[in-house]
């Protein structure tokens, strides 16, 4: 299975390309695409309507609009019964009465989005390609920068954690008024929170090694302006930061009014990709005429072949 990433400033176009692509490509393949943007426009370009569950487009292609309010709520409250139940003393905080707030914490839709992903990565096994249709620069970059970030705090709390059962296990007796000695075990391995912190780890680790990973990889989205280019330099300063690798960059809206300015874009941008990554130009007249010269999906340039050549 291989994994791509549209990334790109809003307003770019990354989600009629990513679109296009998946199309193209579930000519000859078995595509899935997911829009991870809070600002879904995947049923739009389709034309059908889109939930948290795939929906079959034809026989090689699946769509899917990840709900991040409903998986962000999902998250927190998958978190909140964990914490409940290994700390039953916290029942008196009555951390319900927290829930409406802490679902805006910062960070949540971040590990919202972050748990989507790496469930379709375990859960897909008969897809040949996987498209995520990302959210705009800021909020991509926070997302993947995750997993390098949560195994670090992993390590730190199992660390904690292992500590405090030591700490436990040498109070040996514990007496009351009235009351039989009993002894605190030091069981680590029999410990409910050692073992949830074990299996998000080996969770986490296997989605690092995913993304960064020959069958995984990202396409930039630019426009042929100066704002646009800023923010793919930024992009991809943060991509090459967390070593995660560009398949391959799409100058999208080109007219004959902007060519110039199209090159000028290209060749900064391009030179910050590196040498080996391909650049595809999309004009802003899209369609070959036909049946399909309103869909939004379907454009002239061959995008499928870019991705099926490039590295």
């Known amino acids: 299975m291989k994994v791509l990433f549209f990334t790109g400033k809003g307003g770019v176009g990354k989600s009629t390309l990513a679109a296009a692509a998946a199309w193209q490509l579930s000519q000859k393949y078995r595509v899935l695409i997911v829009s991870l943007d809070p600002a879904?426009?995947?049923?739009?370009?389709?034309?059908?309507?889109?939930?948290?569950?795939?929906?079959?487009?034809?026989?090689?292609?699946?769509?899917?609009?990840?709900?991040?309010?409903?998986?962000a709520k999902a998250y927190l409250r998958s978190e909140i019964e964990a914490l409940a139940g290994t700390y039953r003393y916290l029942q008196v905080l009555n951390l319900d009465c927290c829930f409406s707030v802490l679902q805006y914490s910062p960070g949540i839709e971040e590990y919202a989005l972050l748990t989507s992903i790496e469930e379709t990565l375990r859960d897909e096994n008969d897809i040949d390609y996987v498209i995520f249709d990302t959210p705009p620069t800021g909020l991509t970059l926070r997302f993947l920068a995750l997993p390098a970030i949560t195994l670090t705090w992993i390590d730190r709390l199992m660390d904690i954690r292992r500590e405090i059962l030591k700490k436990r296990y040498t109070i040996q007796k514990i007496r009351?008024?009235?009351?039989?000695?009993?002894?605190?075990?030091?069981?680590?391995?029999?410990?409910?929170?050692?073992?949830?912190?074990?299996?998000?780890?080996?969770?986490?680790?296997?989605?690092?090694?995913?993304?960064?990973?020959?069958?995984?990889?990202?396409?930039?989205?630019?426009?042929?302006?100066?704002?646009?280019?800023?923010?793919?330099?930024?992009?991809?300063?943060?991509?090459?930061?967390l070593r995660f690798p560009v398949r391959l960059l799409i100058d999208n809206k080109v007219t004959p009014e902007n060519e110039q300015t199209a090159a000028e874009v290209e060749a900064d941008v391009g030179k910050l990709a590196g040498e080996n990554v391909s650049l595809e130009r999309v004009r802003l007249a899209a369609g070959l005429g036909g049946e399909n010269r309103e869909k939004l999906y379907y454009i002239a340039e061959d995008i499928a072949s870019y991705i099926e050549k490039s590295p």
Request: charged share 35%.
């Open 176 to 241: 009351g008024p009235g009351k039989e000695a009993h002894t605190l075990d030091y069981d680590p391995e029999s410990d409910a929170l050692l073992t949830k912190l074990e299996t998000m780890r080996a969770n986490y680790q296997a989605l690092g090694r995913t993304l960064r990973s020959e069958s995984c990889s990202f396409v930039v989205v630019f426009n042929p302006d100066i704002l646009s280019r800023r923010e793919s330099e930024r992009l991809l300063d943060g991509l090459h930061e």
């Open 40 to 71: 879904h426009n995947l049923g739009d370009i389709f034309e059908v309507s889109l939930g948290d569950k795939k929906t079959s487009f034809s026989d090689g292609l699946q769509l899917k609009e990840v709900d991040l309010r409903k998986r």
